[in-house]
T-cell receptor
Framework: AQKVTQAQTEISVVEKEDVTLDCVYETRDTTYYLFWYKQPPSGELVFLIRRNSFDEQNEISGRYSWNFQKSTSSFNFTITASQVVDSAVYFCALIEGAQKLVFGQGTRLTINP | DAGITQSPRHKVTETGTPVTLRCHQTENHRYMYWYRQDPGHGLRLIHYSYGVKDTDKGEVSDGYSVSRSKTEDFLLTLESATSSQTSVYFC?????????????????FGAGTRLSVL
């Protein structure tokens, strides 16, 4: 069965620090998709990125970057020069086969001014 | 923003009463989902639909039923609400990962419904 583990329950850093959110997944399939979602204090879920299992290239989008390593079954998310607006709960998720997302438990990130 | 509307946004009800939550989409997406979010559990899938009148169970389906009579609407019903069903409920939609360059497989979420069962 597929499983996503976000071992960091809460992280607190000072503004402008870099921070990495860890995500480890388990799946038996060779074809799967990995996702990150952001849930700000307002409560909505915002899609950040999708990565398929055949694409191990790292991706950078502004201050956000993602490191996908199949060898360690990890899909980590780094925020560079963090800002207060980055404070949110971040979820890693996995889809295989039947279009059902499995979420990790989430990491609550607090950026202090 | 994906055109997803959940109603109601907040509801307080009593144990034993029936409750129906509605999800409406304007994107004509094939797949629709209902999740619940509880502290310490992230989001867990309740039921999903892969077409009109086609539904399947998710991880936590006991006590819930769903219906989809039109592409745009997906209803979640708690036949007899219990306190353990107090939660935030999210609807999501997806194009379902059609093959080829158009495949996205991304789920977009509604704003959520906060349900309290007293």
């Amino acid at each position: 069965a597929q499983k996503v583990t976000q071992a960091q329950t809460e992280i607190s850093v000072v503004e402008k620090e870099d921070v990495t959110l860890d995500c480890v997944y388990e799946t038996r399939d060779t074809t799967y998709y990995l996702f990150w979602y952001k849930q700000p204090p307002s409560g909505e879920l915002v899609f950040l990125i999708r990565r398929n299992s055949f694409d191990e290239q790292n991706e950078i989008s502004g201050r956000y970057s993602w490191n996908f390593q199949k060898s360690t079954s990890s899909f980590n998310f780094t925020i560079t020069a963090s800002q207060v607006v980055d404070s949110a709960v971040y979820f890693c998720a996995l889809i295989e086969g039947a279009q059902k997302l499995v979420f990790g438990q989430g990491t609550r990130l607090t950026i202090n001014p | 923003d994906a055109g997803i509307t959940q109603s109601p946004r907040h509801k307080v009800t009593e144990t034993g009463t029936p409750v129906t939550l509605r999800c409406h989409q304007t994107e004509n997406h094939r797949y629709m989902y209902w999740y619940r979010q509880d502290p310490g559990h992230g989001l867990r899938l309740i039921h999903y639909s892969y077409g009109v009148k086609d539904t399947d169970k998710g991880e936590v389906s006991d006590g819930y039923s769903v219906s989809r009579s039109k592409t745009e609407d997906f209803l979640l019903t708690l036949e007899s609400a219990t306190s353990s069903q107090t939660s935030v409920y999210f609807c999501a939609i997806s194009d379902g990962g059609r093959s080829g360059a158009l495949a996205k497989n991304i789920q977009y979420f509604g704003a959520g419904t906060r349900l309290s069962v007293l």
